[in-house]
């Protein structure tokens, strides 16, 4: 059921250029400004996600030229991906400086095949990391850099990938998504993308008050609790594969103990109840200490209007479920998902939502961030809806597999519920999950997913 990710792979690549890819057409100079979702701190992070395809013996042509007149197509609508992040004249928010400067568009050749690297289904994040390129940040003393890059490497067997490293400031997985669809688009030979980009971030921007700053988890920061095994940096990631029989299963099980049959919970909302219990249990968590679950839920057709279908900027909120580990553990898998259930709703009360985005200007106001021992957090995203925006087909079928990769620093605090293979049949419909701990409560975490598969 689960697959350690393999580190010892001899992975050389031969990086063969590295150039910027400039938009087709002129595009407009000028300075952009983002959403107080955009601008949290936390999304500052570049994040890379990595796209595998096979070989196609019928198709002769050269992806790497195809992706990169796609890439210069697509900057001009588009363009703010070809600009330069920097800090605007309040020292804190970032702005979008928008000169066409283009994008890093690197290519690199890999003598290995990709069947040897499972297509990258066992690849350690670190190795894996090599397939993306790499952007250089100074966040103290020059935060000016671009927002996307791209590296194509092509494998031995014909197969390749495409990385893609992007900021979270300009754009959320479902932003990343709808990129990334575009860009096949015009590489499969569309004139336009399909979904016209629409920017309009004043549309999430939080009123400005003199209230004080709520620091998340602030008011529990001394409650929290924490692990026996941390800190460390021995730390292990598992890819655990779900099968879709096993999560109807589950879900039958939590109906049976439902006082009201006709509930239903989510594939999300189940999960997450199993998938967090097991980990408190790995981590050894101290009873009395607070463990906090984070959820992130979309808020695209909460506001009224609804935002359009071409926003491609972060559009979430973040709700979150506390529990003391005590009361995680003697709370049945129903009673948590309820929980799960019942704070996902309150991301779609506008006067939270209004609340949220003011606060989120508060605390960029005040630069307040959290300070505390982490343990007992734990955000679990869910890529199943928001990885594949579309067909992505633009010669060599489908990708076969869907890679985001976190920082090793932020890694043991974020779990991912992801599609699986495409190459393995019996997965349809499954889920796999993958996760990263210390190395002995790894071994815990995966005697506890195993039980709740045989549930």
Request: with cysteine; hydrophobic share 40%; aromatic share 8%.
């Amino acid at each position: 059921m689960s697959n350690q990710t393999t580190r010892n792979l001899p992975l050389l690549l031969e990086m063969k250029q590295t150039d910027l890819v400039t938009p087709s057409k002129h595009t407009p100079c000028e300075i952009l400004s983002l959403s107080t979702l955009d601008s949290d701190f936390l999304n500052e992070d570049m994040y890379a996600t990595i796209y595998v395809y096979k070989a196609n013996e019928h198709n002769k042509n050269d992806p790497v030229t195809l992706l990169r007149k796609a890439l210069s197509e697509l900057l001009v609508y588009y363009y703010p991906l070809s600009g330069k992040l920097v800090r605007g004249e309040s020292g804190r928010k970032p702005q979008l400086v928008c000169r066409g400067e283009g994008v890093p568009f690197a290519v690199a050749t890999a003598s290995l095949d990709l069947t040897s690297l499972d297509y990258l289904e066992k690849l350690d994040d670190e190795v894996a990391l090599r397939l993306v390129p790499e952007i250089d940040i100074d966040y103290d003393s020059d935060f000016c850099y671009h927002p996307l890059a791209l590296q194509v490497t092509k494998f031995a067997c014909g197969g390749f990938t495409i990385g893609t490293a992007l900021t979270h400031v300009v754009c959320d997985g479902f932003g990343v998504a709808q990129i990334i669809h575009a860009l096949t688009e015009l590489a499969a030979g569309k004139s336009e993308p399909s979904v016209v980009p629409v920017w309009q971030r004043e549309r999430l921007v939080g009123k400005i008050d003199n209230e004080p700053a709520k620091v998340p988890g602030g008011h529990i920061a001394t409650l929290l609790a924490t692990s026996p095994y941390m800190p460390t940096t021995d730390l292990v990631t598992e890819i655990i594969n779900i099968q879709a029989v096993n999560i109807k299963r589950l879900k039958d099980s939590l109906m049976r103990e439902c006082e009201f049959p006709e509930e239903c919970f989510t594939t999300y909302e189940v999960l997450s109840s199993c998938i967090w219990k097991a980990r408190s249990r790995a981590l050894k968590l101290n009873p009395d200490g607070v463990t906090v679950l984070a959820v992130a839920v979309g808020i695209r057709h909460v506001l009224d209007p609804p935002l359009p279908q071409g926003y491609y900027g972060n559009a979430y909120i973040d709700v979150y479920v506390e529990l003391t580990v005590r009361e995680l553990e003697e709370s049945s898998i129903s009673d948590i998902a309820k929980r799960v259930k019942k704070a996902k709703k309150t991301a779609y009360d506008k006067g939270y939502i209004e609340e949220e985005l003011s606060n989120g200007e508060r605390l960029m106001r005040n630069d307040a961030r959290f300070e505390g021992v982490s343990d007992g957090v734990f955000f679990l995203t869910d890529w199943r809806n928001i990885g594949w925006f579309g067909s992505m087909d633009f010669g060599w079928n489908e990708p076969v597999n869907l890679r985001p990769l976190i920082q090793r620093e932020s890694a043991m605090h974020i779990g991912m519920i992801l599609r699986p293979s495409k190459l393995d049949p019996s997965m349809e419909g499954g889920v796999k999950v993958v996760m990263t701990l210390p190395r002995d409560a790894m071994v815990k975490f995966k005697l506890n997913m195993d039980a709740m598969n045989k549930l």
